[in-house]
């Protein structure tokens, strides 16, 4: 008798301990989602245009961060998300990356971008360095407005616009010389603009794929003072309530130019074309060659962007682009 009242004494208490286990192994399982690994491979399931760089070439991105980051005069204090952005207009390409201080850099995934392009009037070269993304400069949302043009220059309707603020940017037209841009990274009219990410198209800003740009804002990847600012108890509008933020966000966007002679064979050009299949002889001896699409140019001109809500933004010499 005593054995059976032990034994419905535990039955009832089994679905206590289940929970109780469950909740214990709750912060591994979380902290094994949250890992860089997991992270790449979020990246290679969600983000549609990817780049795959050899390890060579990684090696010498983390080198390149870590050089930019030691001339800016910052040193990691811990291990976080950042951005590198290489102008190059033989690469133009965007490398998410996780640092390790005091000097390990892990590639979480690339994709292809489009940065500043020159010879026309408000088109300014993307400018190198460090950028800070802070919420002294706020970031907003694209209203996915079509401009006169017809075309949706931040994207679709919600897709989050990061901002670093003010920058001296060289000038594309007259003289050249510098003057002060805009300079946010963002995505871009999804029909006319995405497929030419991989080419110089902006008029300074960076402009990457929409899923790029859903990763980085719902994981919070660059907004280490955004979490901060809501450990303090602000409000900002701009975060998603649906967000997932990482527990180690970053807030640096790295811009370099590798000033490469070739394109490398990791970073196509989005307008080269498949050579056309050879047609088989007809039995005539005849054979009707295939007739190539005509190639699209690479120096469409970007009209301008600004959503209609900002007019402070719209006012910006590079928030177009």
């Not at 902290?31 to 990684?58: C, G, N, W, Y």
């Not at 790029?212 to 303090?232: I, S, T, V, W």
Request: charge should be positive.
């Amino acid at each position: 008798m005593h054995l059976t009242r032990s034994a419905h004494r535990l039955f009832r208490r089994l679905p206590l301990l289940l929970l109780a286990a469950a909740l214990l192994c709750w912060p591994a399982a979380q902290a094994a989602d949250e890992s860089p690994t997991a992270m790449a491979e979020r990246f290679a399931r969600l983000v549609d245009k990817r780049l795959q760089l050899p390890d060579t070439e990684i090696q010498r991105y983390g080198e390149l961060a870590l050089q930019m980051l030691q001339a800016a005069g910052i040193t990691l204090d811990r291990p976080q998300y950042l951005v590198l952005v290489d102008r190059s207009p033989r690469v133009q390409a965007l490398l998410l990356l996780w640092m390790e201080p005091p000097s390990r850099a892990v590639l979480i995934g690339a994709s292809p971008v489009s940065t500043g392009r020159g010879g026309e009037y408000d088109y300014f070269e993307t400018p190198t360095g460090v950028f800070d993304h802070s919420t002294v400069n706020p970031d907003f949302r694209a209203e996915g407005t079509y401009n006169e043009h017809g075309i949706r220059g931040f994207g679709e309707h919600g897709m989050r616009v990061f901002d670093f603020g003010w920058q001296q940017g060289r000038r594309g037209w007259g003289n050249g010389g510098h003057s002060a841009m805009r300079l946010l990274l963002h995505a871009t009219d999804p029909d006319l603009l995405e497929p030419k990410l991989g080419s110089v198209q902006s008029k300074g800003c960076v402009r990457i794929p929409a899923t790029l740009n859903r990763l980085l804002d719902q994981h919070g990847l660059l907004d280490a003072d955004y979490e901060d600012a809501l450990a303090e108890g602000r409000h900002l509008w701009v975060l998603s309530p649906q967000r997932t933020p990482v527990p180690h966000a970053g807030r640096y966007l790295i811009v370099v130019d590798t000033q490469r002679a070739q394109r490398p064979a990791w970073s196509p050009s989005p307008f080269l074309k498949a050579s056309p299949k050879r047609q088989p002889t007809s039995p005539s001896g005849s054979s009707r060659p295939a007739q190539p699409k005509a190639p699209q140019g690479s120096n469409t001109a970007a009209p301008s962007m600004a959503p209609e809500r900002s007019a402070a933004t719209a006012s910006l010499a590079c928030a177009n682009g």
